[in-house]
């Protein structure tokens, strides 16, 4: 007898019909989780896209932090330097401004003593004028004075006529001997002013002891060696290793041997508490107590001591003070 299920459908076409269905769930399920797959891919490749977005982002603000505090340093250094540059500028013309006035101190107290030894001149010309006047009028009452001194002779009341026209003799010789002393001590003293200008001016450094840019001036500067800020007692001239260095003036020097810091150093005495000092250098041509004069070769530039690279270290000491080389230097 024939099978029926209580639908009233064959047993057979229910299972089948059971497992279509089970089968149609089954994909559906898959269908859901591989959708749902896809959908944590996308969200999961967004969220890195977003990360990598902000991650660029941190990069981008942390180089712009970074070249901004580079350009505000380097323009913090620049402006140090220009403010350095400055003060050495102000510095410089008030030297300038000091030499100047101790210049015309100076000439116009040798103009006062040549002025006053003129005047004495003068005043011993006129008294000897006035004593040869009375010579000529003695000599012209010779024969006057002969009678008077006969008649003094016989009587005494008269002889004070002849010791006056003696004393204006006597003035007269001593006159002339001084007016003769004072144009000597003229003449002297206008041999020594001359020769005295002439060596100060020798003396003077106003020579560049070598041929080259200045690399570091006179002044506060950034340490070579990161030390921070120094004080640089004279200027760097570049030039090349064993260049001739010459006096920047005659003078003698006190000085030529070795310097812990200066190196291979020469120290030259122009007078008048003038110094001046070259460092670094590689050959020394010169030795202590030795003269020298101006534009002579006195060593050749190196790098010794405490030196960066080849150059010429250059000092001006006045009273044993640096002060800056331009100063005295030949534009």
Not at 270 to 292: C, I
Not at 301 to 319: I, P
Request: positive net charge; proline residues 3%; contains cysteine.
């Amino acid at each position: 007898m024939e099978r029926r299920s209580a639908c009233g459908h064959d047993p057979c076409c229910c299972t089948a019909a059971m497992h279509r269905r089970h089968t149609r769930g089954s994909s559906l399920l898959e269908a859901l989780g591989t959708i749902a797959s896809y959908r944590h891919v996308i969200s999961h490749a967004g969220r890195s896209r977003r990360v990598a977005r902000a991650a660029g982002g941190r990069h981008l603000v942390a180089a712009l932090v970074v070249l901004t505090v580079a350009v505000a340093v380097e323009q913090e250094v620049h402006i140090a330097a220009l403010h350095d540059e400055v003060a050495g500028l102000h510095a410089q013309l008030g030297d300038k401004r000091e030499l100047i006035a101790r210049q015309r101190r100076e000439m116009a107290q040798v103009a006062s003593a040549v002025d006053h030894l003129a005047r004495a001149t003068a005043a011993l010309g006129e008294r000897g004028a006035d004593a040869r006047r009375l010579a000529r009028m003695e000599e012209s009452h010779a024969d006057t004075r002969t009678l008077v001194n006969v008649a003094a002779s016989v009587d005494g009341g008269m002889s004070v006529v002849s010791e006056d026209a003696g004393h204006a003799l006597e003035e007269l010789a001593w006159l002339d001997r001084q007016a003769a002393a004072a144009s000597d001590s003229f003449a002297v003293l206008t041999v020594m002013l001359k020769d005295r200008v002439a060596e100060v001016s020798r003396g003077v450094p106003t020579l560049w002891p070598v041929r080259g840019l200045v690399t570091s001036p006179f002044g506060t500067r950034m340490s070579p060696y990161g030390e921070g800020r120094e004080m640089h007692p004279g200027i760097d001239i570049s030039a090349r290793y064993g260049v001739p260095v010459t006096a920047g003036g005659s003078g003698e020097v006190i000085f030529a041997g070795r310097d812990p810091g200066y190196g291979s150093l020469i120290i030259v005495d122009h007078g008048g508490h003038l110094d001046t000092l070259y460092g670094h250098l590689s050959a020394l041509y010169v030795r202590e107590g030795q003269r020298v004069r101006g534009g002579q070769a006195i060593g050749a530039v190196g790098a010794t001591g405490r030196a960066t690279g080849a150059h010429l270290h250059y000092e001006v000491r006045v009273n044993g003070a640096p002060v800056d080389p331009r100063r005295y230097l030949a534009k």
